[in-house]
Each structure stands twice: as C-alpha cells, then as structure tokens.
C-alpha cells in the first residue's frame, strides 16, 4: 500500500501517578531520520521507541516527543542522597571560589536532573504505559500515511491517465503528420528549378522522417505508465523507485519535444511534462 511520509499522531492517558502524552510527527525525507525526545527519568526506554520506529518505518524525518505530568499528590518521591552528596560538594567549592554567588534554594536542587526519583513500582508502571501508549500512537501515524498515500495514488493515477490519453493523441496523428511533412517537402522541392536526383531526393525524406518519428518515445512513455502503476500497487517503499521513472518519463518528453515538427507535437509533450512535475512533487513525500 501506497504511504505518505507526511503525517501527524497523538495519544494520551491519565492515570493515578500522572499524564503520559505522545506526539509523533514524520515529514519527507530521503532516508529514515529519528528524533526521540523523553524526559530524563524516562530514557532508559528510548532505545526501544527507537526500534520500534524502525521496524515500522522505512523513509522520513520522524520526530517523536513524549511529555509527562506527574501527579505530585499521588506519586511519592525519593531523593538520590549519593548524587545529592556530590552536588553540596561541588556547592561548597564554588562558594569557596566565588563566595558573591547566590546559594541555589531546595527548588533549585530537586530540579536537578536525576536528584528527585519517584517509586519504583511507578516508574515500572510508567515505563510500561510508556511503550503501549507509544504502539498505539505509532499505529495511528502509519494509519494517517496510509490515508494520505491513498490520496496521493488517486492524485497520480489521475495524471496518469491524462498523460496516456496524450500518448495516444500524438500516435494517432503522428501518422498524418509525417505524410504532411513529406508532401510539403516535395511540394516545396518542386519549386525549386534545380534539378534533382529522384532517388537522393527519396533518401533525403527519409532520413528527415526518420528524425522526426516519437514512436520509439511514445512506446517508452506507454512503458513508463505501465510500471509506475505497477509499483502504485506493491507494499513497501516505493518512493525511490517512482522517483526513477518520473525522470525516465521527463526524458521522453523532452525527446518528443525537440523532436515535433508542429506546434501540435510541441504543445502536447509540453503537457506531458507539467503532468510530469506535477506527479514528481507529490512522490516526494511518497516513502
């Protein structure tokens, strides 16, 4: 299934020692970027989120932010006395060395990260909650990529049948175009009161039709279409692949484009290639 790597989630929950809220965001990128930011008491589950995003997720910038309201009247605190120990012995040889300084208030020292802990059977508790409520804020993020790579499937398969729609025109009237091309020719030849060899005349147009025939590039095009479709309908990250043949695409049209011989041929490969770019732009946020 197509995804977008564009795409916002949130989950929240309230329990008696607290407020635990995720929010994931996740932008286009060329490969998978994450940034996982966790209160200090938290890290030791970092690791985790991170494999979690990985196994999960292969292209984006992805952005997962965790924040936690402690409830003070219902959690019991600790204090750690070993790192309260080297903090009034780094206190006291400051005010040694600077005794103008102003001494830090208890507010200030249980600020500090790591001095204040809560119960252990809390922090299991939240560490706990922490992952699930995570799983679930991750599911709903691959839930809004696969909304939003739906809508854009549907945006470039509609450009896609607008550019088969041209292929088509221009093979029907390439033809016509063709015979025109080698009657003017002749017509203008005839003018001419030189006299010319019939048979070098007949090799010249030729060689001149030649030039001027896009059916290799109309059939490549058809090609290209077909695959794009094809790839619209696997499972994984298929963004680089798409982005490969929106470039192929690109090339015959700019073949077509310097190949036309009336302003027809110039304005439809000119389409070609809006629809193109248009198709490009939103597979850059396809993972």
Known sequence: MTQSMTAFARQQIEQEWG???????????????????????????????????????????????????????ASSISVDQNLLAQINVANTEISKLMPELQQPTTL???????????????????????????????????????????????????????????????????????????????????????TLDPARLEQEMVILAQKADISEETDRLQAHLQEVKNILGQSGAVGRKLDFLMQELNREANTICSKAVVIETTLNAVELKVLIEQMREQIQNIE
Not at 130 to 136: E, G, M, R, S
Not at 165 to 182: E, G, T, Y
């Open 108 to 194: 200030d020292i249980l600020r500090w990260p790591g001095i204040a802990q809560e119960g252990k059977q809390n922090a299991k508790d939240i560490e706990t909650t922490l992952v699930t409520l995570f799983k679930n804020c991750l599911q709903g993020l691959q839930e809004q990529r696969q909304k939003e790579g739906a809508h854009l499937k549907s945006f470039i398969e509609q450009r896609l049948e607008s550019i088969a729609a041209i292929v088509d025109d221009i093979k029907i009237a390439m033809p016509d175009i063709l015979q025109n091309q080698h009657t003017r020719l002749k017509d203008t030849l005839a003018e001419l009161s030189a």
């Open 19 to 73: 407020t635990l809220v995720w929010e994931i965001r996740s932008v286009n990128h060329r490969y998978l970027e994450t940034s996982i930011r966790l209160p200090e008491s938290l890290r030791a589950t970092e690791s985790l989120c991170r494999d979690l995003l990985r196994k999960n997720l292969s292209r984006g910038k992805v952005d997962a932010q965790l924040k936690f309201t402690p409830n003070l009247a």
